[in-house]
T-cell receptor
Framework: DSGVTQTPKHLITATGQRVTLRCSPR?????VYWYQQSLDQGLQFLIQ???????AKGNILERFSAQQFPDLHSELNLSSLELGDSALYFC??????????????FGPGTRLTVL | LAKTTQPISMDSYEGQEVNITCSHN???????ITWYQQFPSQGPRFIIQGYKTKVTNEVASLFIPADRKSSTLSLPRVSLSDTAVYYCLVGWNTGNQFYFGTGTSLTVIP
């Protein structure tokens, strides 16, 4: 158990809909990261937040957005869903981005299926 | 960008030592090298990290030559439960540390 929690575990929805994925980082971790993993794309970095502020951006679509709240939990919002958005979405957390190493602790993931 | 190159797959017999090499020719001075392990439908798990020479922990060793253009993850006496995908990441606070690439799929054979 990494200490990172994600809800829901599974999500099934239809094209065009909007969903929200939730992540609670490990206690004390200020950084939260979101990744998307699909069969044909591998593990893709989406976005990173540090203490409420966006820190780094990866291959995140404009239809997707994220935020980190004062209690440090984070939400990933996916809108206008398409079939290709079906994937495993992982959240990870780490202590501080300025440390000499960047060990990320990954949650169990949310499996999104768009029908 | 310090992109990485790893073998796509490897097979090994149980009890053998496995070495997985990662090439990172464009590694920057401040970049660290980090290895993760991922089982199917689970999030990656940190294995080991290093900057130069050799690092060892309870599960693996990481060998980094002086030019740092490659690194080798060494798993001693693998078991069936080590069957997983192994990712090499290079970077520190530059965004590169988030590039997982395709990884190396290790299959341990009884």
């Amino acid at each position: 158990d990494s200490g990172v929690t994600q809800t829901p575990k599974h999500l099934i929805t239809a094209t065009g809909q909007r969903v929200t994925l939730r992540c609670s980082p490990r206690s004390g971790d200020l950084s939260v990261y979101w990744y998307q993993q699909s069969l044909d794309q591998g593990l893709q970095f989406l976005i990173q937040y540090y203490n409420g502020e966006e820190r780094a951006k990866g291959n995140i679509l404009e239809r997707f957005s994220a935020q980190q709240f004062p209690d440090l939990h984070s939400e990933l919002n996916l809108s206008s869903l398409e079939l290709g958005d079906s994937a495993l979405y992982f959240c990870a957390s780490s202590e501080l981005t300025s440390r000499s190493y960047n060990e990320q602790f990954f949650g169990p993931g949310t499996r999104l299926t768009v029908l | 960008l310090a992109k990485t190159t790893q073998p796509i797959s490897m097979d090994s017999y149980e009890g053998q030592e496995v070495n997985i090499t990662c090439s990172h020719n464009n590694i920057a001075t401040n970049d660290y090298i980090t290895w993760y392990q991922q089982f199917p439908s689970q999030g990656p798990r940190f294995i080991i990290q290093g900057y130069k020479t050799k690092v060892t922990n309870e599960v693996a060793s990481l060998f980094i030559p002086a030019d740092r253009k490659s690194s080798t993850l060494s798993l001693p006496r693998v078991s069936l439960s080590d069957t997983a995908v192994y990712y090499c990441l290079v970077g520190w606070n530059t965004g590169n540390q988030f590039y997982f690439g395709t990884g190396t799929s290790l299959t341990v054979i009884p």
